[in-house]
């Protein structure tokens, strides 16, 4: 007696491949393959695309941040001046910024000065932030002074002029070589009260962050400069602490604690961004979930395809049992019958998904085109263009995710199959 043949041999393929090529009277069942098929081709396209434009989105924003700000701020604790008036400042900020700088994992810690002023040029304002730092320090901040920065004009020119975003310049009508005024109502102290401070600076540098919210309110001063600027003559604001792993920041907080000593308070770039951090996660997982519903209900399709194709194979399924066929065997030819176009439609969705979000540029410009542009503000999302970053473990879980659904749903009407009566099969064929 021979052995039986093993699971998935070569004369179960071959049935299998003649009944998905099924003859023009039983069209209804090539229609709802080709309908099975472009419908998983969609959903996995569009969970690969949403999976990619969110990944890119979550790495161009956070890229920004720790791009164009502090990795950690350090500031004092509120106190009191010998006129009873509340303070902030650092007075030994030198001595602090070097402890802080000496802890290990940390790049650069760098003494600042902030205030907000009124920018004015060509009867034009603007709402600005002045960051007073030194040259070498902003040459270490990567998107404003670093190598791979967007910028015109010469940042070692700093100590005669200001360093102002793009989104300023725009507003205020400026360029390279042009002045503006800062006004400031903290200005000079008289005996009749605070007189507004008026300074005019001129334009030596003209940078872009990628955040519009930075570009358009951003300007920086020579560190000397701003401290008699704002009134912080022998103070600082702030200290800006760069680390070498932004993402294990919170492991470095208590050697940073312990370097700077008691009186002062840190605020890490995830205490700033982490609200929205979170909702971008919680927003993968609801889309995530979403268009894992659009794949099942695509996957669902097979369900339908493969009961037509049951009913008008009847007859040979009964032949085939007669045969010798078993009910495994005619099980798993109607399971490669649905695996086969799980399958194929993954992969025309992955080849889609990837191609989109290799060519999102293109795709964007032409969807921005057609639409007679204006598509995307980055007023209101803050960077300037819509980003995707295409992650072998996003495209992984949809290829898992759609060939489990594929797969799982097959099985029922391949049972149904199986479990067919021979007899019954031929009485009513």
């Not at 205030?115 to 603007?126: H, I, K, P, T």
């Not at 600076?201 to 920086?220: H, L, M, P, Q």
């Not at 701003?226 to 200290?239: H, L, P, S, V």
Request: with cysteine; glycine share 12%.
């Amino acid at each position: 007696m021979s052995a039986p043949p093993p699971p998935f041999a070569a004369f179960e393929w071959m049935i299998a491949w003649r009944y998905l090529r099924a003859r023009r009277a039983e069209g209804g069942v090539s229609v709802m393959t080709w309908i099975s098929l472009i419908g998983i081709t969609l959903a996995v396209f569009a969970l690969i695309a949403t999976l990619a434009v969110r990944s890119g989105f979550r790495t161009e924003f956070v890229d920004t941040i720790l791009g164009a700000n502090a990795h950690v701020t350090v500031y004092a604790e509120a106190g009191l001046t010998p006129t009873g008036q509340v303070t902030r400042l650092l007075g030994d900020y030198a001595a602090l910024a070097g402890r802080l700088a000496a802890v290990p994992g940390v790049t650069r810690a760098a003494p600042l000065i902030r205030g907000q002023v009124m920018a004015n040029a060509g009867g034009q304002n603007a709402g600005v932030e002045v960051f007073g730092i030194a040259l070498e320090d902003l040459r270490g901040i990567p998107r404003v002074g670093g190598p791979q920065a967007e910028a015109v004009g010469d940042l070692s020119r700093l100590a005669g002029g200001v360093a102002i975003g793009s989104g300023v310049a725009r507003t205020l009508g400026v360029g390279l070589g042009d002045r503006i005024r800062l006004i400031s109502p903290d200005g000079v102290r008289t005996a009749f009260g605070t007189s507004p401070r008026v300074n005019a600076y001129e334009v030596v540098y003209i940078f872009t962050a990628g955040r519009y919210d930075i570009d358009r309110t951003r300007i920086y001063m020579p560190f000397d400069e701003a401290q008699g600027y704002f009134n912080r003559e022998g103070a600082a604001d702030e200290i800006e602490v760069m680390v070498e792993d932004p993402e294990r920041i919170e492991a470095l907080l208590p050697a940073l604690a312990e370097a700077a000593g008691p009186g002062v308070l840190f605020w890490t770039w995830r205490d700033s961004a982490g609200a929205f951090l979170r909702a971008l996660e919680v927003e993968d997982n609801v889309m995530f979930v979403i268009l894992s519903i659009l794949v099942l209900i695509a996957s669902m399709n097979i369900v339908s395809g493969l009961i037509m194709l049951v009913k008008n194979k009847g007859r040979d399924i009964g032949i085939l049992r007669t045969v010798g066929l078993t009910e495994g065997a005619v099980l798993r030819i109607f399971f490669l019958c649905g695996a086969f176009t799980g399958v194929v439609g993954t992969l025309a969705g992955v080849v889609l998904g990837c191609l989109f979000a290799i060519y999102i540029d293109p795709v964007f410009s032409f969807v921005n085109m057609v639409m007679g542009g204006g598509v995307w503000d980055p007023s209101i999302r803050g960077i300037y263009a819509l980003p995707a970053e295409l992650r072998a473990a996003d495209v992984g879980s949809a290829v898992a995710l759609s060939l489990s659904l594929s797969f799982l749903v097959t099985i029922f009407p391949a049972r149904r199959a199986a479990r067919l009566d021979p007899v019954e099969a031929l009485r009513h064929a």
